[in-house]
């Protein structure tokens, strides 16, 4: 099977003081051994990004990134062919105010061969195109 890893499994691997460090951590290293098949978007990238200059951890989260582009996660591009997807599926949960960021994530993953998104975010519940695993219960 193959699996959307949202950017908050990567930020929260990289923090032992969270208390979702452990179930994080764990399926990242299944990513690095190749023992499951990961995907996300580019625009993952750019949020860890994003969260690093905001919390002052930019060289950190700098490091994460340079690190994850080694390992066997597929990273795939936010493209022209998504934006009418995207655009659409923008439309249809307009009135639950699903984050933008969180609706490029789910096309990314239905439009790469996925339905299932590896996230703490419960937003994603919302949303009845894909299925979230919480973290904490990966297995």
Not at 48 to 59: D, P, R, S, T
Not at 99 to 115: F, P, Q, Y
Not at 119 to 135: G, L, N, V
Request: proline content about 3%.
């Amino acid at each position: 099977m193959k699996y959307y890893i949202d950017t908050n499994i990567f930020i929260y691997s990289t923090n032992p003081s969270d208390s979702r460090y452990s179930n994080c951590k764990a399926i990242i290293d299944k990513i690095i051994a190749g023992e499951i098949e990961a995907l996300t978007s580019v625009e993952t990238f750019e949020e860890i990004i994003h969260y690093g200059q905001k919390n002052k951890v930019l060289e950190h989260t700098i490091f994460l990134c340079e690190k994850l582009l080694i390992t066997n996660l597929t990273v795939v591009p936010f493209s022209k062919d998504l934006l009418f997807p995207f655009l659409k599926i923008v439309k249809k949960y307009l009135k639950l105010k699903i984050d933008s960021r969180d609706l490029i994530h789910v096309i990314s993953a239905l439009e790469n061969g996925t339905d299932t998104i590896i996230s703490a975010d419960r937003d994603f519940d919302k949303i009845t195109e894909i299925k979230r695993i919480d973290p904490s219960e990966f297995r």
